[in-house]
Each structure stands twice: as structure tokens, then as C-alpha cells.
């Protein structure tokens, strides 16, 4: 079964939620739902106001001002029908709450007065015997679109008895309509803070899912309902939380955005199956897809992780990238899982975890190399002799599929990662590993090169890393930008350590940038170290050597 084919399996339904917000003494507060005991859905936790989707919410597109429906079916990744998600949000937020997001033909927003007054006719608009856009069109009201602000996006985990795609809005209360549960649905109500709504939950005094503690913990830091209005409105990193399932020695457990294995095991099991495993075992082969297997080498370590991985790429001949080390096992596995079908073998870089397996596995089946020329220095592989000299941007066919050879200097000279554009799949080698920042160790390392060929990635067409060491790493593009952040606000902490200390050695200095890491790991964050003040040096920001270096004040700050 190729990627695009899909077994029958339980879709998500849409939904809409809406975390109405107002201002109090403290700060912003929410309102929130305790769902019935008897509820088929999150039975007893405490929600926001919120429900599927109906398909009489197109009826009422018509008294949607603000926005089109082409509109809110880009901003929630649609092909159509958004709008009909913002229709849910009022909706659902009326029948459950009793709030009505709704404005006059003027725009003035309903009073609470009349709100409560429509109130009778929020049973009968829940059990469907009222149109929702027939209120509307009676009580000549409309939804203003603008006052909803798109939020998160979260998908119900696989194997749920029923399962939801929900987007999350956030919108102010109505001046005057203070809500109350509907004594069916949601037995309880109450105006909270985040923090209050967090701390309840860890005192076991109220229940919370787990999108609904996320959504709290997002809020949580602001100061004043606006500001979480306008950071919904500005935010462009929306992506889709979509819980699954994996398989392991310890059994079936559910795996959520953020987790290490989240990523791989959606890549490897896009039509949730569940049985795909988050376990990274040496030796064993893990198909991660229709043309890519890997195989983890016997090298755990502190600088390799669970071990370096290789990847045997293609259908009836294989590219193998990144041989590994020449360990006895590990060439012997991928001879075995390569099935004499090995024809080409590409590395990434150099360094003695990744190259020397090439020799023999070349010897054993003839496949030409791939790669760049070691360069000078120690934990290079000098024996390596690649009989092809990539440059950027050559293609190399492997059979039906394409592998694109991206430069990419910084963690080394000769470093390239290989894009796979049949998938979007990229090898990144020690470019970008999972779990840990790579080190960047002059005089091969670059950290100029090595923030330039990061930029580089983010303007790519990538779907996926398949990281030297690690699981596979999604949002490609995002961490791309997260390890820029990461190297800048490290940058960062250099300059301001040599301008409080003044002249200062590396082994000072070490210490002041890298606090927030154990001691026994300075000795490679010195390495690092020297690639940030290698690139500060180039700048002409900092001068200096191992046993002084010193802070150039710009002009400005000499006067």
C-alpha cells in the first residue's frame, strides 16, 4: 500500500470551539464548561464552550460579515468551507453557554438584555428544531467573523469513540453576558484564569484534557484579553496536534506534538494503523516508508545518540546514505537489508561515524561513492575516497527516484544533505540532528557557513528530516528557524558575558554562556563556543584567542 492509499478508518468530524475571554482584577479569565457525567465526549472535564460542526452552519453563511469564505479557508489550511467553522464557534457557543457572539445590522454587538431573552430558544437551536441561521435571518442578527480569532487546531487520537478535527478560536465576552451551562450538556460553569484553571487541575480538583491544559498554558502569560486576541490574530505557526499511536516493548502508547518519536511515527503510519514502532534499536531495520528503510548502528554514545543512522534509499536497486562506522554488525546488516541490491553509496560528511563503512560495503557489492573529500583535521575519515565529487545542487537518479545534493557547510567543510524529491524527505546527515544542537568546532566548523545553510533549508521544499542520528523530525521549516533562534540567543549570551566581564579565557567563558547545562558537558560546548566567537572575530565584534579574548565596543557605545 503506497502513501496515497487509505484503508477505511474513522474520520474526524469537524468542530469549533471558542475560548471567551473578559478582563477581571487579576487578569484575563475564561469561561469554561464541566461536561456531564453522562456525556459520550471528555465525560466530567472541564471544556470550553464548543461542538461539531452541522451541516445547517452553511444556512448561515449568509449573516457572516467580515469575512469570505475563501478567506477563512486559507487561514485554516482548507481547500473551502471554512467559514462554516467560525458558524459552529457562535453556535455552539449560544446553545451551550447561553453568549451570544452576534451584532445589529449597525454592528453593535448584541446587549445582554436581548441575549438573555433569546435565550429560550437555545434548546430548540440545539436540538435542531430552530436553524441556527433562521434565528439569525428572524432576529435580523449577524456574526461578525472578525471577533473570532483562529486559534489551534487539534485532532481526537485514533481508536476514540468519537473522534474530532477542532479548530479553536478565542474571542471576547459580550459586555453584560456573563453565561451559564445548560444543565444538560455541561453541568457546571465558572469565569477562571488560566492559572487558577491549571493549579485546580494539579490539585485534582477539576479535570482537563489535554488540548483544553495546552490552550490554558498558551494564555496563560498574558496580562489583558486584547493581547491574547491579538496574538491569535498575528500568529502564522497554526499547525495540526494530532495524538497517535506506536508500538514498543512497552507496549501501545500514545505520542503527542513535541514527543521525540510524534513525527516519525505519523511519516511511517500516515493511515493510523497503530503499529508502527517509537523504539530505536541498533541492527534492526525500520521501513519508514514505501522507499526508505533505516538502520541505527551499534555507536550510542554521548555525541551520537542512540547511534548513527543509515539509510538504504530506492525500489529494486538501493542508494545506501551514510554507511556509518565500519563495525562488523552494522555493514553486515546493511548487506543483508540491501539483499544484493546495493548500487550507489552516498555520505553526508566525513566524520568517523558516518563514512567508513563505505569501503567495504563498495568492496562487497561494487556500488560507486558518492560524497565530498575529507578535509584536514582530527575525526575525519582520510581514507575516504568518493568516486563521484557531488556539487550542489547535482541530481543523481536513483532508478524511479531523485536524490538532490544540498551543500551544506558548518558542522563540516565537505557536509551535504541529499533531498530525496520524490517525498521531500531530506538526509541531514549531522546538519540537523533530533533531539540535540550539532557542534560546531573550527577550524572545518563554520558558524557563519553553518547559520547560512540552516537559512538555506527554510527555502527548500521539504517535508520531513531524516536526521543522522534520531527519529525522523517534522516541521522541517520550523526547526530549521527554531536552531537559528537557538544559535542567535546563544550568540546573544556570549556578547553579554564578555561585556559584563570584560577580557575573559574560554574556560570563564564557557562557564558564563553555557549555564544552563551540566559542567561535565562544557568541554564540547567549548568547541561551540569557538565556532560563536570564530563568527564574532570574522564580524570584527570580538578579538582575541583561547587565553584572552575581549569585546569591541561598536561607536556608539564607546560615547
Not at 505557526?237 to 500514545?254: A, F, S, Y
Not at 538504504?312 to 563495525?327: F, N
Request: aromatic share 6%; charged share 20%.
Amino acid at each position: 500500500m503506497t502513501r496515497d492509499q487509505e484503508p477505511t478508518r474513522q474520520l474526524p468530524r469537524p468542530a469549533a470551539t471558542v475560548l471567551l475571554l473578559r478582563d477581571a482584577a487579576n487578569g484575563p479569565e475564561v469561561l469554561m464548561l464541566k461536561r456531564s457525567p453522562t456525556a459520550a465526549f471528555v465525560a466530567n472535564a472541564y471544556v470550553f464552550p464548543g461542538g461539531a460542526v452541522d451541516a445547517s452552519d452553511t444556512l448561515a453563511l449568509a449573516h457572516v460579515t467580515g469575512l469570505e469564505d475563501q478567506q477563512a479557508s486559507a487561514r485554516l489550511d482548507l481547500p473551502e468551507g471554512g467559514l462554516a467553522y467560525w458558524v459552529a464557534a457562535v453556535r455552539e457557543c449560544f446553545e451551550e453557554s447561553g453568549i451570544l457572539l452576534a451584532v445589529d445590522a449597525h454592528g453593535a454587538p448584541v446587549s445582554a438584555e436581548r441575549a438573555a431573552s433569546l435565550g429560550v430558544h437555545r434548546a430548540a437551536v440545539n436540538a435542531g428544531t430552530l436553524r441556527f441561521g433562521a434565528l439569525l435571518e428572524q432576529e435580523q442578527l449577524f456574526i461578525d467573523a472578525h471577533s473570532l480569532a483562529y486559534f489551534a487546531h487539534w485532532i481526537t487520537a485514533p481508536g476514540r469513540p468519537r473522534r474530532f478535527t477542532t479548530r479553536f478560536f478565542v474571542a471576547h465576552a459580550p459586555v453584560g453576558q456573563l453565561g451559564s451551562h445548560d444543565a444538560s450538556e455541561t453541568v457546571d460553569s465558572r469565569w477562571i484564569s488560566a492559572q487558577d484553571a491549571l493549579a485546580a487541575c494539579a490539585r485534582n480538583e477539576i479535570e482537563l484534557v489535554h488540548p483544553t491544559r495546552v490552550s490554558l498554558e498558551e494564555i496563560a502569560p498574558f496580562e489583558r484579553a486584547e493581547q491574547i486576541i491579538h496574538f491569535a490574530r498575528d500568529r502564522t505557526d497554526i499547525v495540526t496536534n494530532k495524538p497517535c499511536w506506536g508500538v514498543g516493548r512497552e507496549g501501545k502508547k500514545l505520542f503527542r506534538r513535541g514527543m521525540p518519536a510524534y513525527a516519525e511515527i505519523h511519516w511511517c503510519d500516515p493511515h493510523e494503523h497503530g503499529n508502527t514502532s517509537y523504539e530505536l534499536i541498533a541492527g534492526v531495520p525500520k521501513t519508514l516508508d514505501a522507499y526508505v528503510t533505516r538502520l541505527i548502528a551499534p555507536n550510542p554514545g554521548f555525541m551520537t545518540g542512540p547511534g548513527t543512522n543509515t539509510y538504504l534509499v530506492g525500489t529494486d536497486a538501493i542508494a545506501v546514505i551514510d554507511p556509518g562506522p565500519d563495525l562488523d554488525a552494522h555493514v553486515e546488516a546493511i548487506l543483508a537489508a540491501g539483499a544484493g541490491r546495493i548500487r550507489w553509496i552516498l555520505c553526508t560528511h566525513t566524520h568517523l561515524d558516518h563514512s567508513p563503512a563505505a569501503r567495504r560495503i563498495k568492496a562487497a557489492t561494487g556500488a560507486s561513492i558518492y560524497g565530498r573529500p575529507a578535509p584536514d583535521g582530527r575525526n575525519q575519515d582520510p581514507a575516504f575516497a568518493p568516486d563521484h565529487v557531488l556539487q550542489h545542487d547535482a541530481r543523481l537518479p536513483i532508478g524511479p527516484l531523485t536524490l538532490r545534493a544540498i551543500h551544506t557547510p558548518g558542522h563540516a567543510s565537505n557536509h551535504l544533505c541529499y533531498l530525496l524529491e520524490n517525498t521531500q524527505m531530506l538526509f541531514t546527515g549531522d546538519h540537523v540532528m533530533q533531539g540535540s544542537t550539532v557542534v560546531i568546532n573550527p577550524p572545518d566548523g563554520d558558524m557563519i557557513a553553518y547559520l547560512a545553510s540552516l537559512e538555506m533549508l527554510t527555502q527548500l521544499p521539504v517535508t520531513v528530516f531524516a536526521p543522522g542520528h534520531g527519529y525522523l523530525i517534522g516541521e522541517p521549516h520550523r526547526e530549521a528557524q527554531r536552531l537559528i533562534a537557538h544559535r542567535l540567543a546563544r550568540e546573544a549570551k556570549v556578547i553579554a558575558a564578555m561585556q559584563r566581564l570584560g577580557p575573559v579565557d574560554s574556560d570563564t567563558l564557557v562557564a558564563a554562556v553555557y549555564d544552563d547545562v551540566p559542567a561535565k558537558v562544557h568541554p564540547v560546548a567549548l568547541r561551540s563556543l569557538h565556532g560563536h566567537l570564530g563568527k564574532l572575530c570574522v564580524e570584527q565584534r570580538v578579538r582575541g584567542d583561547a587565553s584572552r579574548w575581549e569585546w569591541i565596543p561598536s561607536h556608539a557605545e564607546k560615547h
